[in-house]
Protein backbone atom coordinates (compact mmCIF):
# COMPACT_ATOMS: atom_id res chain seq x y z
CA UNK A 1 0.00 0.00 0.00
CA UNK A 2 1.17 3.62 -0.46
CA UNK A 3 0.57 5.11 3.23
CA UNK A 4 0.69 9.31 3.87
CA UNK A 5 2.33 9.32 7.61
CA UNK A 6 1.72 12.64 9.12
CA UNK A 7 3.18 13.34 12.93
CA UNK A 8 5.33 15.75 14.81
CA UNK A 9 8.92 14.89 13.47
CA UNK A 10 10.10 15.93 17.28
CA UNK A 11 11.62 13.45 19.77
CA UNK A 12 8.16 13.40 21.54
CA UNK A 13 6.22 9.85 22.16
CA UNK A 14 3.89 10.35 19.14
CA UNK A 15 6.43 11.21 16.51
CA UNK A 16 8.74 8.43 17.99
CA UNK A 17 5.66 5.34 17.98
CA UNK A 18 4.76 7.08 14.19
CA UNK A 19 8.16 7.57 12.57
CA UNK A 20 9.00 3.27 13.59
CA UNK A 21 5.52 2.28 12.94
CA UNK A 22 6.62 4.16 9.16
CA UNK A 23 10.06 2.63 8.92
CA UNK A 24 8.56 -0.80 9.90
CA UNK A 25 5.81 -0.49 7.50
CA UNK A 26 8.12 0.46 4.72
CA UNK A 27 10.50 -2.64 5.96
CA UNK A 28 7.22 -5.03 4.92
CA UNK A 29 7.15 -3.32 1.66
CA UNK A 30 4.66 -0.43 1.92
CA UNK A 31 5.47 2.79 0.08
CA UNK A 32 5.64 5.47 2.93
CA UNK A 33 5.22 9.01 2.79
CA UNK A 34 6.41 11.13 5.58
CA UNK A 35 4.34 14.79 5.59
CA UNK A 36 5.46 17.24 8.19
CA UNK A 37 7.49 19.97 8.84
CA UNK A 38 10.92 18.69 9.20
CA UNK A 39 12.78 15.22 8.84
CA UNK A 40 11.49 12.95 11.77
CA UNK A 41 14.08 12.68 14.34
CA UNK A 42 14.03 8.74 14.34
CA UNK A 43 13.68 8.77 10.70
CA UNK A 44 16.93 7.53 10.00
CA UNK A 45 18.21 6.81 6.00
CA UNK A 46 15.66 7.48 3.35
CA UNK A 47 15.22 4.40 1.55
CA UNK A 48 13.53 3.63 -2.08
CA UNK A 49 10.12 3.42 -0.27
CA UNK A 50 10.42 5.64 1.92
CA UNK A 51 9.88 9.57 1.38
CA UNK A 52 9.91 12.59 3.17
CA UNK A 53 7.94 15.59 1.84
CA UNK A 54 8.13 18.81 3.68
CA UNK A 55 5.39 21.50 4.35
CA UNK A 56 7.40 24.85 4.44
CA UNK A 57 4.72 27.42 5.41
CA UNK A 58 5.95 30.85 4.34
CA UNK A 59 6.19 34.12 6.68
CA UNK A 60 2.90 36.11 5.23
CA UNK A 61 3.12 39.23 6.70
CA UNK A 62 -0.29 39.66 6.83
CA UNK A 63 -0.67 36.92 8.96
CA UNK A 64 0.32 37.15 12.80
CA UNK A 65 -0.19 33.48 13.46
CA UNK A 66 0.53 31.47 9.98
CA UNK A 67 -2.12 28.66 8.88
CA UNK A 68 0.16 25.36 9.58
CA UNK A 69 -2.89 23.48 9.27
CA UNK A 70 -4.01 24.98 5.93
CA UNK A 71 -0.64 24.56 4.23
CA UNK A 72 -0.39 20.92 5.34
CA UNK A 73 -3.89 19.98 4.08
CA UNK A 74 -2.53 21.20 0.90
CA UNK A 75 0.75 19.04 1.01
CA UNK A 76 -1.68 16.32 1.78
CA UNK A 77 -3.89 16.44 -1.20
CA UNK A 78 -0.49 17.01 -3.19
CA UNK A 79 1.16 14.27 -1.94
CA UNK A 80 -1.88 11.74 -2.40
CA UNK A 81 -2.65 13.25 -5.74
CA UNK A 82 1.30 13.10 -7.35
CA UNK A 83 2.15 9.55 -5.58
CA UNK A 84 -1.06 8.39 -5.66
CA UNK A 85 -1.25 7.11 -2.07
CA UNK A 86 -4.13 4.72 -0.93
CA UNK A 87 -4.43 5.94 2.83
CA UNK A 88 -3.75 8.65 5.40
CA UNK A 89 -2.50 7.82 8.70
CA UNK A 90 -2.46 10.74 11.24
CA UNK A 91 -0.50 10.80 14.74
CA UNK A 92 -2.40 13.09 17.05
CA UNK A 93 -5.44 15.28 16.14
CA UNK A 94 -5.15 18.97 16.03
CA UNK A 95 -3.71 19.66 13.65
CA UNK A 96 -3.24 16.57 12.24
CA UNK A 97 -6.29 15.08 12.28
CA UNK A 98 -8.79 17.93 11.40
CA UNK A 99 -6.40 18.60 8.52
CA UNK A 100 -6.49 15.54 7.17
CA UNK A 101 -10.12 15.38 7.16
CA UNK A 102 -9.91 18.78 5.01
CA UNK A 103 -7.74 17.10 2.54
CA UNK A 104 -10.01 14.08 2.21
CA UNK A 105 -13.00 16.39 1.66
CA UNK A 106 -11.19 18.56 -0.64
CA UNK A 107 -10.10 15.54 -2.55
CA UNK A 108 -13.97 13.84 -2.69
CA UNK A 109 -14.45 16.98 -4.40
CA UNK A 110 -12.18 15.93 -7.45
CA UNK A 111 -13.39 11.92 -6.98
CA UNK A 112 -10.77 10.51 -5.31
CA UNK A 113 -11.35 8.72 -2.21
CA UNK A 114 -8.73 8.23 0.68
CA UNK A 115 -9.75 6.88 3.80
CA UNK A 116 -8.45 8.66 7.12
CA UNK A 117 -6.62 6.48 10.01
CA UNK A 118 -6.23 8.86 13.36
CA UNK A 119 -3.96 7.63 15.77
CA UNK A 120 -4.87 9.66 19.56
CA UNK A 121 -1.11 9.40 21.68
CA UNK A 122 -2.64 11.43 25.01
CA UNK A 123 -1.55 14.78 25.47
CA UNK A 124 -4.29 15.60 22.50
CA UNK A 125 -6.62 14.58 24.21
CA UNK A 126 -6.05 14.91 27.93
CA UNK A 127 -4.11 18.17 27.99
CA UNK A 128 -5.43 19.90 24.49
CA UNK A 129 -8.84 18.00 25.22
CA UNK A 130 -9.45 19.88 28.54
CA UNK A 131 -9.05 23.25 26.35
CA UNK A 132 -12.63 24.16 25.70
CA UNK A 133 -11.24 26.35 22.50
CA UNK A 134 -10.41 22.93 20.90
CA UNK A 135 -13.23 20.74 21.39
CA UNK A 136 -15.17 21.14 18.58
CA UNK A 137 -12.09 20.42 16.16
CA UNK A 138 -11.30 17.49 18.02
CA UNK A 139 -14.93 16.01 18.50
CA UNK A 140 -15.17 16.80 14.64
CA UNK A 141 -11.92 15.18 13.29
CA UNK A 142 -12.45 12.27 15.38
CA UNK A 143 -15.69 11.92 14.44
CA UNK A 144 -15.15 11.86 10.66
CA UNK A 145 -12.21 10.17 10.80
CA UNK A 146 -12.12 6.70 8.67
CA UNK A 147 -10.70 4.78 11.63
CA UNK A 148 -9.78 5.55 15.24
CA UNK A 149 -6.88 4.33 17.69
CA UNK A 150 -6.06 5.16 20.52
CA UNK A 151 -2.61 3.90 22.48
CA UNK A 152 -4.56 2.92 25.77
CA UNK A 153 -7.54 1.66 27.25
CA UNK A 154 -6.92 4.74 29.55
CA UNK A 155 -6.66 7.15 27.08
CA UNK A 156 -9.79 5.44 24.91
CA UNK A 157 -11.90 5.95 27.94
CA UNK A 158 -10.76 9.64 28.39
CA UNK A 159 -11.86 10.36 25.00
CA UNK A 160 -15.60 8.75 24.91
CA UNK A 161 -15.72 10.85 28.55
CA UNK A 162 -14.09 14.03 27.39
CA UNK A 163 -15.63 14.41 24.09
CA UNK A 164 -18.95 13.55 22.24
CA UNK A 165 -17.21 10.93 20.24
CA UNK A 166 -20.22 8.61 18.11
CA UNK A 167 -17.69 5.94 16.46
CA UNK A 168 -15.55 3.05 17.84
CA UNK A 169 -12.26 4.16 19.20
CA UNK A 170 -9.85 1.01 18.92
CA UNK A 171 -6.98 0.31 21.01
CA UNK A 172 -3.72 -0.05 19.75
CA UNK A 173 -0.92 -0.21 22.08
CA UNK A 174 2.38 1.18 21.56
CA UNK A 175 5.34 -0.85 20.89
CA UNK A 176 9.32 -1.02 20.84
CA UNK A 177 11.89 -2.97 18.45
CA UNK A 178 13.13 -4.92 20.96
CA UNK A 179 16.26 -5.68 18.76
CA UNK A 180 17.12 -1.77 18.96
CA UNK A 181 17.63 -3.03 22.91
CA UNK A 182 19.76 -6.05 22.06
CA UNK A 183 23.43 -5.21 22.61
CA UNK A 184 25.81 -3.91 25.75
CA UNK A 185 25.91 -1.36 27.83
CA UNK A 186 28.96 0.86 26.63
CA UNK A 187 30.94 0.71 29.99
CA UNK A 188 32.64 3.60 29.19
CA UNK A 189 29.70 5.68 28.92
CA UNK A 190 28.29 4.18 32.45
CA UNK A 191 32.13 4.74 34.08
CA UNK A 192 31.47 8.55 32.69
CA UNK A 193 28.32 8.60 34.69
CA UNK A 194 28.95 6.24 37.81
CA UNK A 195 32.88 6.04 37.76
CA UNK A 196 32.58 4.46 41.79
CA UNK A 197 29.80 2.21 40.08
CA UNK A 198 27.11 3.57 42.14
CA UNK A 199 23.56 2.40 41.03
CA UNK A 200 22.51 4.87 37.88
CA UNK A 201 18.62 5.92 38.31
CA UNK A 202 17.23 7.55 35.10
CA UNK A 203 14.55 9.55 33.75
CA UNK A 204 13.77 10.22 30.05
CA UNK A 205 11.34 13.13 29.43
CA UNK A 206 10.08 16.74 27.87
CA UNK A 207 10.26 18.07 31.11
CA UNK A 208 7.00 19.34 30.92
CA UNK A 209 4.64 20.27 34.47
CA UNK A 210 2.63 16.88 33.64
CA UNK A 211 5.58 15.29 33.85
CA UNK A 212 6.30 15.75 37.56
CA UNK A 213 10.23 15.94 37.34
CA UNK A 214 10.47 17.55 40.93
CA UNK A 215 9.08 14.21 42.41
CA UNK A 216 11.85 12.01 40.46
CA UNK A 217 14.56 14.73 41.94
CA UNK A 218 12.96 14.37 45.67
CA UNK A 219 12.65 10.51 45.16
CA UNK A 220 16.22 10.64 44.27
CA UNK A 221 16.73 12.80 47.04
CA UNK A 222 15.57 9.79 49.59
CA UNK A 223 17.53 7.30 47.84
CA UNK A 224 20.83 9.52 48.00
CA UNK A 225 20.26 9.77 51.66
CA UNK A 226 20.23 5.51 52.45
CA UNK A 227 22.63 4.74 49.63
CA UNK A 228 25.40 6.16 47.14
CA UNK A 229 23.48 6.48 43.39
CA UNK A 230 23.14 8.80 40.58
CA UNK A 231 20.64 10.65 38.51
CA UNK A 232 20.90 10.54 34.85
CA UNK A 233 18.46 12.73 33.39
CA UNK A 234 17.87 13.14 29.57
CA UNK A 235 15.96 15.16 27.87
CA UNK A 236 14.82 18.90 27.78
CA UNK A 237 12.31 21.20 28.45
CA UNK A 238 10.76 24.11 30.66
CA UNK A 239 11.22 22.44 33.79
CA UNK A 240 14.89 21.59 33.46
CA UNK A 241 16.76 24.60 34.51
CA UNK A 242 14.53 24.87 37.70
CA UNK A 243 15.48 21.20 38.55
CA UNK A 244 19.07 21.23 37.77
CA UNK A 245 19.04 24.36 40.04
CA UNK A 246 16.96 22.72 43.49
CA UNK A 247 19.88 19.86 42.79
CA UNK A 248 22.90 22.22 43.66
CA UNK A 249 20.29 23.62 46.31
CA UNK A 250 19.78 20.18 47.73
CA UNK A 251 23.40 19.72 47.56
CA UNK A 252 22.87 16.28 45.50
CA UNK A 253 24.11 18.60 42.15
CA UNK A 254 27.40 15.94 42.01
CA UNK A 255 25.18 13.51 41.64
CA UNK A 256 22.41 14.54 39.10
CA UNK A 257 23.83 14.40 35.58
CA UNK A 258 21.82 16.10 32.92
CA UNK A 259 22.59 15.32 29.42
CA UNK A 260 19.89 16.82 27.70
CA UNK A 261 17.93 15.90 24.30
CA UNK A 262 19.01 12.84 22.56
CA UNK A 263 18.42 10.80 19.70
CA UNK A 264 18.04 7.41 21.08
CA UNK A 265 17.39 6.60 24.46
CA UNK A 266 18.78 3.18 24.36
CA UNK A 267 22.31 4.30 25.49
CA UNK A 268 21.30 5.96 28.50
CA UNK A 269 18.84 3.21 29.19
CA UNK A 270 21.42 0.32 28.60
CA UNK A 271 23.76 1.44 31.44
CA UNK A 272 20.64 2.41 33.92
CA UNK A 273 19.76 0.45 37.21
CA UNK A 274 16.19 1.80 37.43
CA UNK A 275 13.94 4.01 35.56
CA UNK A 276 11.63 7.15 37.32
CA UNK A 277 8.58 8.21 35.33
CA UNK A 278 6.09 10.24 38.30
CA UNK A 279 3.97 11.78 35.82
CA UNK A 280 0.57 13.36 36.56
CA UNK A 281 -0.84 11.71 33.27
CA UNK A 282 0.67 9.48 30.71
CA UNK A 283 -1.71 7.90 28.62
CA UNK A 284 0.81 5.47 27.59
CA UNK A 285 4.51 5.93 28.56
CA UNK A 286 6.71 5.05 25.79
CA UNK A 287 9.55 5.71 27.87
CA UNK A 288 8.72 3.29 30.46
CA UNK A 289 8.29 0.41 27.64
CA UNK A 290 11.91 1.51 26.71
CA UNK A 291 12.89 1.13 29.85
CA UNK A 292 11.52 -2.54 30.33
CA UNK A 293 13.18 -3.24 26.55
CA UNK A 294 16.66 -2.88 28.02
CA UNK A 295 15.56 -4.56 31.08
CA UNK A 296 15.31 -1.64 33.47
CA UNK A 297 12.73 -2.33 35.66
CA UNK A 298 10.31 1.09 36.57
CA UNK A 299 8.78 2.71 39.27
CA UNK A 300 6.05 5.47 38.25
CA UNK A 301 2.66 6.70 38.97
CA UNK A 302 -0.01 4.67 38.29
CA UNK A 303 -1.96 7.40 36.40
CA UNK A 304 -3.16 7.13 32.70
CA UNK A 305 -1.96 4.09 30.63
CA UNK A 306 1.13 3.45 32.94
CA UNK A 307 -0.46 0.36 34.48
CA UNK A 308 -1.00 -1.04 31.17
CA UNK A 309 2.63 -0.78 30.57
CA UNK A 310 3.85 -1.57 33.47
CA UNK A 311 3.18 -4.79 35.68
CA UNK A 312 3.11 -3.56 39.75
CA UNK A 313 4.96 -5.98 41.73
CA UNK A 314 6.76 -7.85 38.60
CA UNK A 315 8.37 -5.36 36.17
CA UNK A 316 8.59 -2.59 38.40
CA UNK A 317 5.80 -0.71 40.84
CA UNK A 318 3.22 1.88 40.76
CA UNK A 319 2.64 4.76 43.69
CA UNK A 320 -0.27 7.18 43.26
CA UNK A 321 0.57 10.64 41.86
CA UNK A 322 2.81 12.23 44.04
CA UNK A 323 3.48 9.85 46.43
CA UNK A 324 7.60 10.08 46.73
CA UNK A 325 7.94 8.52 50.20
CA UNK A 326 6.19 5.08 48.35
CA UNK A 327 7.79 5.49 44.96
CA UNK A 328 11.51 6.08 47.40
CA UNK A 329 10.62 3.08 49.49
CA UNK A 330 9.82 0.96 46.15
CA UNK A 331 12.88 2.30 44.55
CA UNK A 332 15.33 1.43 47.53
CA UNK A 333 13.65 -2.36 48.08
CA UNK A 334 14.95 -3.07 44.67
CA UNK A 335 18.22 -1.12 44.46
CA UNK A 336 19.24 -2.57 48.13
CA UNK A 337 17.96 -6.01 47.16
CA UNK A 338 19.84 -7.95 44.97
CA UNK A 339 17.90 -10.90 43.89
CA UNK A 340 14.60 -8.85 43.87
CA UNK A 341 16.70 -6.52 41.24
CA UNK A 342 17.39 -9.29 39.42
CA UNK A 343 14.25 -10.95 38.89
CA UNK A 344 12.39 -7.91 38.38
CA UNK A 345 15.24 -6.87 35.48
CA UNK A 346 14.25 -10.33 33.31
CA UNK A 347 9.99 -9.56 34.44
CA UNK A 348 10.93 -6.00 32.82
CA UNK A 349 12.07 -7.63 29.68
CA UNK A 350 9.54 -10.27 29.18
CA UNK A 351 6.75 -7.71 29.83
CA UNK A 352 8.52 -5.28 27.26
CA UNK A 353 8.14 -8.68 24.50
CA UNK A 354 4.88 -8.48 24.94
CA UNK A 355 4.73 -4.98 22.82
CA UNK A 356 7.20 -5.93 20.46
CA UNK A 357 6.25 -4.27 17.15
CA UNK A 358 5.74 -7.52 14.95
CA UNK A 359 2.79 -8.29 17.45
CA UNK A 360 1.45 -4.61 16.81
CA UNK A 361 2.16 -4.07 12.99
CA UNK A 362 -0.32 -6.44 11.73
CA UNK A 363 -3.05 -4.93 13.88
CA UNK A 364 -2.48 -1.57 11.82
CA UNK A 365 -1.90 -3.60 8.94
CA UNK A 366 -5.67 -5.10 9.62
CA UNK A 367 -7.24 -2.04 9.83
CA UNK A 368 -5.53 -0.83 6.74
CA UNK A 369 -6.86 -3.58 5.02
CA UNK A 370 -10.49 -3.32 6.13
CA UNK A 371 -10.71 0.62 5.08
CA UNK A 372 -9.38 -0.70 1.76
CA UNK A 373 -11.89 -3.43 1.53
CA UNK A 374 -14.78 -1.08 2.36
CA UNK A 375 -13.78 1.23 0.07
CA UNK A 376 -13.57 -0.80 -2.95
CA UNK A 377 -16.67 -2.72 -1.98
CA UNK A 378 -18.55 0.35 -0.42
CA UNK A 379 -19.66 -1.27 2.64
CA UNK A 380 -19.10 0.24 5.69
CA UNK A 381 -15.66 -0.26 7.46
O1 LIG B 1 4.71 12.73 26.82
C1 LIG B 1 4.68 13.76 26.16
O2 LIG B 1 4.56 14.85 26.67
C2 LIG B 1 4.78 13.68 24.66
C3 LIG B 1 3.54 13.07 24.09
C4 LIG B 1 3.51 13.13 22.59
O3 LIG B 1 2.45 13.47 22.10
O4 LIG B 1 4.45 12.83 21.90
O5 LIG B 1 3.45 11.73 24.54
C5 LIG B 1 2.18 11.13 24.49
O6 LIG B 1 2.21 10.13 23.48
C6 LIG B 1 3.12 9.05 23.74
C7 LIG B 1 3.11 8.11 22.54
O7 LIG B 1 1.87 7.55 22.32
C8 LIG B 1 2.72 8.34 25.04
O8 LIG B 1 3.62 7.29 25.32
C9 LIG B 1 2.77 9.36 26.21
O9 LIG B 1 2.31 8.71 27.37
C10 LIG B 1 1.87 10.54 25.88
N1 LIG B 1 2.08 11.58 26.91
C11 LIG B 1 1.15 11.89 27.80
O10 LIG B 1 0.05 11.37 27.83
C12 LIG B 1 1.53 12.95 28.78
Keep these: MKIGFVCYPTFGGSGVVATELGKALAE ?129 RDTLELFGIERAIQVVHNFICTKHFERAADEVFRKSIAPKREPIISHISNFRPVKRVQDVLEIFIRIRKVIPAKLLLVGDGPERSRIEKMAMDQGVGDDVICIGKIKNPVEPLLISDLFLLPSETESFGLAALEALAAGVPVVASDSGGIPEVVDHGNSGFLAPVGDVPQMAKYALQLLQNPEQMATARKMAKARASEFQIQKILPVYEGIYQRLMFALHNETEP
Excluded: W
Design 28 to 156: KGHELHFITYSTPARMGSLKSNLFYHEVRVSDYPLFDYQPYELVLASKMVEVTLAHELDLLHVHYAIPHASAAVLARDILQAQGIQIPVVTTLHGTDITLLGREPAFEPVISHAINRSDAVTAVSESLR
